[in-house]
């Protein structure tokens, strides 16, 4: 339910959102549709997908950012051999804990801040900061920066149009334009490696060939990294 005064202030917002979400009907607020069926299908093949951009994903450590219930993480956990799910809303954390899901560790996120002493190889993000309000992607990146190894590698998606547009409510859609999207890789010490955009605005109603495509960024080297030669972070 949205109430039509709403409008989106921020991280306590959207966890007081999904929260909600998740104790209604989480698979339809998620996918669009109660279906149970669809939810795991949809999370198999946006698994694969993954999988294609990860050749060694079998030796490798995942962060997931925003797992909600589990609709992709139910197969991360089971293909990459260490999984961490991260969300804003412990509502959905504690449906994805009740499965009882194999190599998983679950994090609660106040909306950009991560638990310390995690390294990975990979940090995926799907349908997830597209909700969140533009100011509050920097601090996201920078933790995600923090965390991944100097051969690790970002891998999410954000809808790119020619036309930006800012969300209004929890479950609505930001979209960032090429020059904004190439911005916030540079401020938060990423190189572009693949990136897809859509032509001209965002609409509901008929969205862009590549609004769920998967980007990829990669940390640029940088003097003061986290991490030493082996990838491990520099505190431990
Ligand atoms: C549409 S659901 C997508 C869930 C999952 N990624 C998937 O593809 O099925 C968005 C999820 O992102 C979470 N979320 C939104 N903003 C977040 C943030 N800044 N940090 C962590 N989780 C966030 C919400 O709580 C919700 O579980």
Request: glycine share 8%.
């Amino acid at each position: 339910m949205i109430e039509s005064s709403e409008k989106h202030e921020g991280f306590a917002y959207s966890r007081a959102r999904w929260d909600w979400a998740s104790s209604a009907d989480h698979a339809y607020w998620i996918t669009g549709t109660s279906s149970v069926d669809h939810f795991d299908r949809s999370g198999w093949a946006d698994a694969c997908n993954l999988a294609t951009l990860c050749p060694g994903y079998r030796d490798q450590t995942i962060l997931e950012w925003g797992s909600g219930s589990g609709r992709v993480t139910q197969y991360l956990c089971r293909m990459f051999r260490r999984t961490h799910a991260v969300d804003i809303s412990s509502g959905m954390l504690g449906l994805l804990a009740q499965r009882g899901f194999p190599d998983l560790s679950l994090h609660h996120t106040d909306g950009a801040e991560l638990p310390p002493g995690i390294a990975v190889d990979v940090v995926y993000s799907y349908i997830c900061w597209m909700h969140n309000r533009k100011e509050d992607l920097p601090a996201i990146m920078r933790a995600c920066r923090a965390v991944l190894k100097p051969t690790g590698k970002l891998v999410f998606q954000l809808p790119v149009y020619d036309e930006p547009r800012s969300p209004r409510t929890f479950i609505d859609t930001a979209c960032w334009t090429p020059r904004e999207f190439l911005e916030l890789a540079e401020e938060t010490g990423f190189a572009v490696t693949r990136m897809t955009a859509s032509v001209g605005a965002f609409a509901p109603e008929s969205m862009g060939a590549n609004h769920f495509d998967l980007h990829e960024w990669r940390p640029r080297p940088c003097a003061s990294s986290n991490h030493d030669a082996n990838g491990r972070p520099a505190s431990i």
